[in-house]
């Protein structure tokens, strides 16, 4: 769909009925096809035709949202995940071995920095974390010869540091790895990474995508811009045969456009089998279809809360990059010009029992470990995810103890800032 603008590609992208066929996507609920002859399916198993044969591996249903997130990306070619975790683990694991070496952001999800630091660490890859404030000089110096891939979050969960995708899309440029970066929080409508350098994008469609707090899953997108031939030697995996699919060699049958995600689907989903079911997909395209229209919303309702916590006295410091204020807020201008996200964070005066009072006196906030939902919803770590570590070292961690994140849903904005008006009257 390539002359149409983002808001038409969130309601129309990706599936296209022919003379009589269904209007809303089929949902394809089915573990496997039929074939006429052995013939037939075994140019599928050789990778030589493309088509359908078990759910584990793709599913038509997920192929069409995979390819609407693809257009709404500006990529090539997408796959759906069971999860972000999925998402963000597959995009990695399909360039990196044992031995190998990653650079990340040190800003990003506390999910993917275990996934890095503890569990990928145990099969033996290695992470270097840089701040996403890190100069030039700093960044290249978290290189090594084994590096395989730079990661970072457009915005990172939780806490909302923006990042700079060309400073690091240069540095991996130059070092002959791609950059891989996770777009959750902006979502595309506010952000497309791939315009900025970034050659794969990964999603928790969990979040604005699917909107409305009903699935979890992920998605991973191909740029289809990085050269994975000009660096063969860093990428065997992609331009050497593989012999259990009878020795292609994804780089080259499948060219830099389909490279990547037919390698990904072809071994980590036959082999770890993490995919998005149908009924998901189908869900999750249903929060695509009103993309465009929910984030200006949540973008502005996150505006107006941060700006009246910014001019309240018990606050002390409100992290939210719109907000000329914030350090990030040149970043802002520069990658999110319209609006980051729903999502504010704010340190009370007066620390956990300010905030304790505070989150016990919301009323139309609810209490929840989840972000960018439809309805508000707000987190206090120093009495819930991070409720085992002292003052000390919550400040230590940049958690202060008297933290609470706040996502702002689709409500009306003055009735947000009512609630959290008679809250903060409460302390
Ligand atoms: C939630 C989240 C994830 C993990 O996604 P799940 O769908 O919960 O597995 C990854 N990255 C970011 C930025 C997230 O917010």
Redesign the pocket.
């Given at each position: 769909m390539p002359d149409y603008r983002l808001d038409t590609k969130c309601v129309q992208a990706g599936y296209t009925p022919g003379n009589g066929e269904p209007r809303q996507i089929p949902i394809y609920q089915s573990t496997t096809w039929k074939y006429a002859t052995s013939e037939d399916m075994a140019k599928l198993f050789d990778l030589e035709a493309s088509g359908y044969f078990y759910t584990r591996l793709q599913n038509p249903t997920n192929d069409c949202v995979a390819a609407k997130i693809a257009e709404l990306e500006g990529g090539t070619s997408a796959m759906l995940t069971s999860?972000?975790?999925?998402a963000?683990f597959f995009a990695l694991f399909n360039i990196c071995s044992a031995g190998d070496h990653i650079v990340a952001s040190s800003s990003i999800?506390g999910?993917?920095f275990n996934l890095i630091s503890v569990t990928m660490a145990r099969m033996g890859i290695k992470t270097t974390f840089v701040s996403p404030d890190c100069t030039k000089e700093e960044l290249d110096a978290a290189f090594t010869p084994d590096t395989k891939c730079v990661f970072g979050?457009t915005i990172a969960?939780p806490a909302l540091t923006v990042l700079d995708i060309e400073k690091f899309a240069e540095a991996a440029h130059a070092h002959g790895v791609p950059l891989i970066v996770?777009n959750?929080?902006p979502t595309p409508i506010n952000c497309r990474p791939i315009e900025w350098g970034a050659d794969i994008v990964t999603h928790?469609?969990?979040?604005y995508m699917d909107g409305h707090g009903a699935a979890?899953?992920?998605a991973i997108v191909d740029s289809g811009n990085f050269d994975w031939m000009a660096h063969a030697d860093k990428f065997p995996g992609l331009t050497q045969p593989d012999d259990s699919y009878h020795g292609v060699t994804y780089a080259e049958r499948f060219g830099k456009e389909g490279a990547f995600i037919t390698k990904c689907t072809a071994q980590l989903m036959r082999d770890f089998g993490s995919i998005q079911s149908p009924q998901h997909a189908f869900i999750l395209n249903l929060g695509l279809e009103s993309l465009h229209v929910r984030m200006p919303r949540h973008s502005a309702n996150g505006k107006a809360v941060a700006e009246f916590l910014n001019a309240h006295e018990k606050v002390e410091v409100v992290h939210y990059c719109d907000l000329p204020t914030d350090p990030y807020h040149a970043l802002q201008q520069k990658y999110l010009p319209n609006g980051s996200c729903g999502v504010v964070s704010f340190e009370l005066k007066g620390g956990r029992e300010a905030a304790s009072r505070f989150m016990k006196a919301l009323k139309l906030a609810a209490i929840e470990t989840h972000?960018a939902d439809a309805r508000t919803c707000c987190l206090c770590p120093s009495a819930s995810t991070h409720r085992q570590m002292t003052d000390e070292q919550l400040s230590a961690a940049g958690v202060p103890a008297g933290l609470i994140r706040i996502s702002c849903g689709l409500e009306n904005s003055q009735d947000l800032i009512d609630d959290i008006k008679q809250a903060l009257e409460s302390i």
């Amino acid at each position: 769909m390539p002359d149409y603008r983002l808001d038409t590609k969130c309601v129309q992208a990706g599936y296209t009925p022919g003379n009589g066929e269904p209007r809303q996507i089929p949902i394809y609920q089915s573990t496997t096809w039929k074939y006429a002859t052995s013939e037939d399916m075994a140019k599928l198993f050789d990778l030589e035709a493309s088509g359908y044969f078990y759910t584990r591996l793709q599913n038509p249903t997920n192929d069409c949202v995979a390819a609407k997130i693809a257009e709404l990306e500006g990529g090539t070619s997408a796959m759906l995940t069971s999860s972000g975790q999925a998402a963000n683990f597959f995009a990695l694991f399909n360039i990196c071995s044992a031995g190998d070496h990653i650079v990340a952001s040190s800003s990003i999800y506390g999910g993917t920095f275990n996934l890095i630091s503890v569990t990928m660490a145990r099969m033996g890859i290695k992470t270097t974390f840089v701040s996403p404030d890190c100069t030039k000089e700093e960044l290249d110096a978290a290189f090594t010869p084994d590096t395989k891939c730079v990661f970072g979050e457009t915005i990172a969960n939780p806490a909302l540091t923006v990042l700079d995708i060309e400073k690091f899309a240069e540095a991996a440029h130059a070092h002959g790895v791609p950059l891989i970066v996770d777009n959750t929080f902006p979502t595309p409508i506010n952000c497309r990474p791939i315009e900025w350098g970034a050659d794969i994008v990964t999603h928790s469609t969990t979040k604005y995508m699917d909107g409305h707090g009903a699935a979890v899953g992920g998605a991973i997108v191909d740029s289809g811009n990085f050269d994975w031939m000009a660096h063969a030697d860093k990428f065997p995996g992609l331009t050497q045969p593989d012999d259990s699919y009878h020795g292609v060699t994804y780089a080259e049958r499948f060219g830099k456009e389909g490279a990547f995600i037919t390698k990904c689907t072809a071994q980590l989903m036959r082999d770890f089998g993490s995919i998005q079911s149908p009924q998901h997909a189908f869900i999750l395209n249903l929060g695509l279809e009103s993309l465009h229209v929910r984030m200006p919303r949540h973008s502005a309702n996150g505006k107006a809360v941060a700006e009246f916590l910014n001019a309240h006295e018990k606050v002390e410091v409100v992290h939210y990059c719109d907000l000329p204020t914030d350090p990030y807020h040149a970043l802002q201008q520069k990658y999110l010009p319209n609006g980051s996200c729903g999502v504010v964070s704010f340190e009370l005066k007066g620390g956990r029992e300010a905030a304790s009072r505070f989150m016990k006196a919301l009323k139309l906030a609810a209490i929840e470990t989840h972000v960018a939902d439809a309805r508000t919803c707000c987190l206090c770590p120093s009495a819930s995810t991070h409720r085992q570590m002292t003052d000390e070292q919550l400040s230590a961690a940049g958690v202060p103890a008297g933290l609470i994140r706040i996502s702002c849903g689709l409500e009306n904005s003055q009735d947000l800032i009512d609630d959290i008006k008679q809250a903060l009257e409460s302390i």
